[in-house]
T-cell receptor, first 115, second 116 residues
Framework: DQQVKQNSPSLSVQEGRISILNCDYT??????FLWYKKYPAEGPTFLIS?????DKNEDGRFTVFLNKSAKHLSLHIVPSQPGDSAVYFC??????????????FGQGTRLTINP | NAGVTQTPKFRVLKTGQSMTLLCAQD?????MYWYRQDPGMGLRLIHY???????AKGEVPDGYNVSRLKKQNFLLGLESAAPSQTSVYFC???????????????FGEGSWLTVV
């Protein structure tokens, strides 16, 4: 049962254009959502997050939008740069009894920025 | 600044062999985690620890054991390796236990394990 889904395994975008990565979730108990970026042979690194009480969070070229009614979030990258080529994971968090950060990850979307 | 370090980076095991993956973090974090990543799937939590001397099961704990004898180290053991345990393993750590507090999870570079 995949609670967090990224239905696009890959996405190719021209440099300078907007990249939009999508993520859907099923568990209404999730209260925080995160995006991680992963380069080959490296661990995922935190990119941006959003609380479930907000519908938008912006950090430089990166903006995450949350639509709670649709259980959908998206990551916008504007403008896209070659260094943005990586695998992007969507993750969701729900409060756990022991307080540890139990993140549920999507399958990832491989973003390729073409010159 | 090392952050989260995993050893070994690569390992090939025969079915039935045992091995231990070592994770070390130098950020004095309380919480540590072990994830596995398989093709077409997101990272899945195997075990985690909320502090020295504690461990707890995650989403896919079967076939693995863990120990947190020292705050900076979190060991993942495979007692009898199976081909289904072929995967990339990521260790991670965080200072806080709740995402709401803004605590970020920091990941290691991964350990590639193949069981033949």
């Amino acid at each position: 049962d995949q609670q967090v889904k990224q239905n696009s395994p890959s996405l190719s975008v021209q440099e300078g254009r907007i990249s939009i990565l999508n993520c859907d979730y099923t568990n209404s108990m999730f209260d925080y959502f995160l995006w991680y970026k992963k380069y080959p042979a490296e661990g995922p690194t935190f990119l941006i997050s959003i609380s479930s009480i907000k519908d938008k969070n912006e950090d430089g070229r990166f903006t995450v939008f949350l639509n709670k009614s649709a259980k959908h979030l998206s990551l916008h990258i504007v403008p896209s740069q070659p260094g943005d080529s990586a695998v992007y994971f969507c993750a969701a968090s729900a409060q756990h009894l022991q307080g540890a950060q139990k993140l549920v990850f999507g399958q990832g979307t491989r973003l390729t920025i073409n010159p | 600044n090392a952050g989260v370090t995993q050893t070994p980076k690569f390992r090939v095991l025969k079915t039935g062999q045992s091995m231990t993956l070592l994770c070390a973090q130098d950020m004095n974090h309380e919480y540590m985690y072990w994830y596995r990543q398989d093709p077409g799937m997101g990272l899945r939590l195997i075990h985690y620890s909320v502090g020295e001397g504690t461990t707890a099961k995650g989403e896919v704990p079967d076939g693995y054991n863990v120990s947190r004898l020292k705050k900076q180290n979190f060991l993942l053991g495979l007692e009898s390796a199976a081909p289904s345990q072929t995967s990339v393993y990521f260790c991670a750590s965080s200072q806080g236990g709740t995402v709401r507090s803004g605590n970020t999870i920091y990941f290691g570079e991964g350990s590639w394990l193949t069981v033949v």
